[in-house]
């Protein structure tokens, strides 16, 4: 059973965004409606730095794989990198002409993903900021955008109802995930690639084969949206929160809901497991995490 560990406090506005720097899980990221990034000591609750530049309210965040840039995305339409251990801005990127609301690193590091609401996915070279190619496709605002474990596939989830899949090397699409009745929030692949998982705003999530494209379970409970949904490392679990103030825990195989996590007192904006899988940390919409 997951049990309370700490309580972040700092942030003046709803926390939106949350991050374990895993591989290593001893820090965590925050990025909030107050326009900072916040970088804190998983095990003391200690906060190192506060990111301060963008201009609007940041709503996704990702450490680089190597633990020493966390990026932030922002409804000023760029995203920025941000060296951990000086606290310092390394670069913006820009080019997107609406709100940025996911971003990611690849395995390796060296690329990044965002999605914005401009419909538009675009792929940058981490160490330059260059843009390398824009992925067009989806017909509403983009709600997610990931590499798989490889760096062969990216994942993107929009508001249109549907997930695509793309090849990383050239930019194209290779196939179109479809199912859920409303706007897709979020999406994910397990550690492996093997699966990729889909959180709806119909209040279910899904679970799809990478290979074959096709729905393997549905994840059904929530008596709201889903905002968030995550595999553990070891994939056997997703994590899920939802507008109805619970973060639940699925077995991604069959589907069933293992143990509801109670106590939040809003709708539930984050989620995530680090690196082990032993700790969950939650964001929502009060004024602390």
């Not at 940041?58 to 633990?67: G, Y």
């Not at 050239?170 to 409303?182: E, F, I, S």
């Not at 990729?196 to 084969?209: C, K, P, Q």
């Not at 709201?224 to 899920?240: A, C, D, V, Y």
């Amino acid at each position: 059973m997951i049990g309370r560990l700490h309580t972040l406090e700092g942030h003046r506005n709803v926390v939106y965004a949350i991050a374990f720097n895993n591989p290593y899980g001893d820090k965590i990221a925050t990025g909030s409606f107050d326009k900072t990034c916040k970088l804190w000591s998983v095990e003391t609750g200690k906060c190192y730095h506060t990111f301060r530049g963008h201009t609007a309210e940041i709503v996704c965040l990702s450490f680089n794989p190597q633990s020493t840039l966390v990026a932030t995305g922002s409804m000023d339409t760029t995203a920025k990198l941000w060296d951990i251990q000086s606290g310092e801005e390394v670069f913006t990127l820009r080019g997107h002409s609406a709100e940025i609301i996911s971003l990611s690193f690849n395995t390796s590091g060296d690329r990044i993903v965002t999605g914005s609401f401009d419909h538009t996915v675009a792929v940058w070279e981490a160490d330059t900021g260059r843009k390398v190619y824009t992925l067009i496709g989806h017909c509403a605002e983009i709600s997610s955008a990931l590499f798989n474990w490889d760096c062969s596939l990216i994942l993107t989830g929009s508001m249109d109802k549907t997930c695509m899949l793309w090849d990383a090397s050239n930019g194209k699409c290779v196939a179109t995930l479809t199912g859920h009745d409303d706007e897709i929030l979020d999406s994910c692949f397990d550690y492996t690639g093997k699966l990729i998982a889909t959180a709806s705003a119909d209040g279910t999530a899904r679970v799809f084969s990478a290979a074959t494209r096709k729905c393997l379970t549905k994840l059904e409970g929530h008596e709201g949206e889903i905002s968030k949904i995550s595999f553990n490392p070891q994939g056997n679990r997703l994590l899920t929160g939802s507008a109805d103030e619970t973060a639940r825990i699925w077995d991604a195989q069959t589907g069933q809901c293992l143990q509801v996590l109670e106590g939040h007192t809003d709708e539930i904006f984050s989620c995530a497991f680090n690196y082990k899988g032993d700790i969950i940390i939650t964001g929502m919409g009060e004024r602390n995490t």
